[in-house]
């Protein structure tokens, strides 16, 4: 079998040939269909240290069950856990530090992964694997930015999202799905002109009105939003305080402007801010997400998908900017088609 690897030093990753891993008990052998880039994957390839398979997402298919193996079968379609030991409630040094395709921990680049069985749960039937591909880091981080801490958003409230890219959007479709007002920013009017095709409230073009935050404010007579889903990181922090109300939540997510700026905290102080750090979440929370999307019917946004042996392209076109929402790496096995092992099961 093929695998891709993360070389320390070396700018792209390198395709090797390796022996197929065998299943442990209690474990599960899982062919990939498709793997999904996260802007945390070319982090990674930039700055790891290690020898390590990259991608902390991919779905495909339940080749072989282990001995003892109780909640899976052969058949099933499955996605990897970002936290393959984050099972539910609060998380701790030990859970963070085994995240995939980071750390000293294999991702899901690879044409077949093995694992333990609590670490892979089964996607929603509607989705295709390119798209359930998209649900372990970008969607889970979306849907516990808006529902899974403490202050969860709800019908009639108004948030504000950054950009246009895989969390951005998937927090689009779940606070439509839920009666959730939005505010959307994006370099482009194009791409904005996309997201009010899928319903968002009102737009604003963060590089033609680069004091944004004064337009939430006027847009929102000035009471401040609900929520924002902050990407940004450093460079936007400081308007995110003042686009939220008073009491309101910033979900603490992303470092899209990089990590290092003075930041004034006071805001958070002055109006009672509160601010969640936000790093993917727990198989509950997954859980959760998975019954929403099901619910509601919502598929998240593709918007490219490479081949498997091209995988180093979506790299380059990802940090290009160009793409909405999620870029995707097709298994090379390509997907199961869904009747043919239903018809399995059946006979
Ligand atoms: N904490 C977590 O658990 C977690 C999970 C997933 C991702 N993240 C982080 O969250 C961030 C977003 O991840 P992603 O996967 O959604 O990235 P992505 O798909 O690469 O999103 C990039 C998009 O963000 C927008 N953007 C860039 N700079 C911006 C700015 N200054 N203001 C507003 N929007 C801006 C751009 O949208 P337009 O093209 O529309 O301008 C760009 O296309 C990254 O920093 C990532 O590391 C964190």
Known sequence: MKKYLIQP??????????????VGPGEVKVRLAAASLNYRDILNRKFSDKEIVPFSDGAGEVVE???????????????????????E????KEIHSVARGG?????????????????FLKYPD????????????AGLTAWHALFEHKSPVKKGDLILLQGTGGVSIFALQLAVAHGIKTIVTSSSDEKLERVKAMGATHTINYKTTPDWEKEVYRLTEKRGVDLVVE????GTLEKSMKAVRYSGVISLIGVLTGLK??????????????????????????????????EHQIRPIVDRVFPFAE????????????HFGNVVVKGECGEAPMKSFRGLLVE
């Open 103 to 119: 750390g000293e921990t294999d991702g899901m680049l690879a044409e077949v992964v093995v694992g333990p069985e609590k670490s």
């Open 126 to 137: 509607h989705l295709s694997a390119e798209e359930a591909a998209t649900l372990p880091c």
């Open 9 to 22: 030093g070396q700018e792209t990753i390198t395709a090797v040939e390796v022996p197929e891993p065998e």
């Open 89 to 92: 409630g609060e998380t701790t």
């Open 261 to 294: 700026a003075t930041v004034n905290p006071f805001p958070i102080v002055g109006k009672s801010l509160q601010v969640y750090g936000i790093y993917v979440g727990s198989r509950a929370m997954q859980e959760n997400f998975h019954a929403a999307l099901a």
């Open 65 to 87: 069950v282990g001995a003892g193996v109780a909640d899976l079968k052969v058949g099933d379609r499955v996605v990897g856990l970002f936290f393959p030991n984050w099972m």
């Open 231 to 234: 990407v940004g990181g450093a």
């Open 311 to 322: 995988a180093n392209d979506i790299y380059d076109y990802q940090l290009s900017g160009a």
